[in-house]
């Protein structure tokens, strides 16, 4: 079981930056992949960044590659989205997920353990 806890979102500008956090409580191995998923209102979720806990890759979503970065703290067991030079369509709730499976998944079904979701809004 992993219990996960995010936190940052907010109300921004156009072109500006939020740091999303994903406290991850529980047991966590080298196995575990952390992703973000956001969903807009009327969409499906979708994938937006992934690590492997144990590894150094990370993974983007084409819509927020050179903008987002994924990163983590191992002392902490948290991970962190660097959301910058953000967009109007950026405007979502924002998931962190975890589970344990070989490579990286990029669909919700991969994962079964959840955040509660935290609001990013950007205005134009």
């Known amino acids: 079981q992993v219990q996960l806890v995010e936190s940052g979102g907010g109300l921004v500008q156009a072109g500006g930056s939020l740091r999303l956090s994903c406290a991850a409580a529980?047991?966590?191995?080298?196995?575990?992949?952390m992703g973000w998923f956001r969903q807009a209102p009327g969409k499906e979720r979708e994938f937006v960044a992934a690590l492997k806990w144990g590894g150094t890759s990370t993974y983007y979503a084409d819509s927020v590659k050179g903008r987002f970065t994924i990163s983590r703290d191992s002392s902490k067991i948290t991970v962190y989205l660097q959301m910058n030079s953000l967009k109007p369509e950026d405007t979502a709730i924002y998931y962190c997920?975890?589970?344990?499976?070989?490579?990286?998944?990029?669909?919700?079904?991969?994962?079964?353990?959840w955040g509660q979701g935290t609001q990013v809004t950007v205005s134009s």
């Open positions: 997920a975890a589970d344990s499976m070989l490579g990286i998944g990029t669909i919700p079904r991969n994962y079964n353990y």
């Open positions: 529980g047991r966590t191995s080298s196995r575990h992949v």
